[in-house]
T-cell receptor, first 110, second 114 residues
Framework: QKEVEQDPGPLSVPEGAIVSLNCTYSNSAFQYFMWYRQYSRKGPELLMYTYSSGNKEDGRFTAQVDKSSKYISLFIRDSQPSDSATYLCAMSRTGNQFYFGTGTSLTVIP | GAGVSQSPSNKVTEKGKDVELRCDPISGHTALYWYRQSLGQGLEFLIYFQGNSAPDKSGLPSDRFSAERTGGSVSTLTIQRTQQEDSAVYLC????????????FGAGTRLSVL
């Protein structure tokens, strides 16, 4: 079983829609959770970081962590064509070695 | 430099040849990470450096892979006797210190082994 599971998609939504991206994990010791955005032929860039459980909001992005269910989510409100990218979740037990999901490909259609 | 720089951006090589991939981290970043990203796979951790030391080499897939870092700056990932399964994008990231959550990634080196 992989440490982190993420549906690869692809996910296609109309502009303005709310997007929900999710990851599940198996290691209950994970306590650092991150979401990265990766445009084609580019390196990943950090979008959101959450420590332990709870919600975090930054502009149109909201990250949620449910440790009891071993489930994390990223919500994108009022999605824009510029949000079209691959979204990777990542998590860590100690803040040292990070385990990444396979990424979900998102296309926002104008 | 302004960001993490990796070279070459693309590398095509023949099976059995050795290749060297270079990473130039953000100035002042003491921690440096190498990852491998294969099609349909997540980022696979390979190795990290704190300064010039590599405390954790557990992610290197085989003894054909090695990495070094000099002067606390540039790092080189070397793959000897390349195999077709080594074909992937090799990503380098740096952070201010090890454990710092904000890792800044380069654009990667796309390696194709024929």
């Amino acid at each position: 079983q992989k440490e982190v599971e993420q549906d690869p998609g692809p996910l296609s939504v109309p502009e303005g829609a709310i997007v929900s991206l999710n990851c599940t994990y198996s290691n209950s010791a994970f306590q650092y959770f991150m979401w990265y955005r990766q445009y084609s032929r580019k390196g990943p860039e950090l979008l959101m970081y959450t420590y332990s459980s709870g919600n975090k909001e930054d502009g149109r992005f909201t990250a949620q962590v449910d440790k009891s269910s071993k489930y994390i989510s990223l919500f994108i409100r009022d999605s824009q064509p510029s949000d079209s990218a691959t979204y990777l979740c990542a998590m860590s037990r100690t803040g040292n070695q990070f385990y990444f999901g396979t990424g979900t490909s998102l296309t926002v259609i104008p | 430099g302004a960001g993490v720089s990796q070279s070459p951006s693309n590398k095509v090589t023949e099976k059995g040849k050795d290749v060297e991939l270079r990473c130039d981290p953000i100035s002042g970043h003491t921690a440096l990470y190498w990852y491998r990203q294969s099609l349909g796979q997540g980022l696979e951790f390979l190795i990290y450096f704190q300064g010039n030391s590599a405390p954790d080499k557990s992610g290197l897939p085989s003894d054909r892979f090695s990495a070094e870092r000099t002067g606390g700056s540039v790092s080189t990932l070397t793959i000897q006797r390349t195999q077709q399964e080594d074909s992937a994008v090799y990503l380098c990231a740096s952070s201010l210190a090890h454990g710092e959550r904000a890792q800044y990634f380069g654009a990667g080196t796309r390696l194709s082994v024929l």
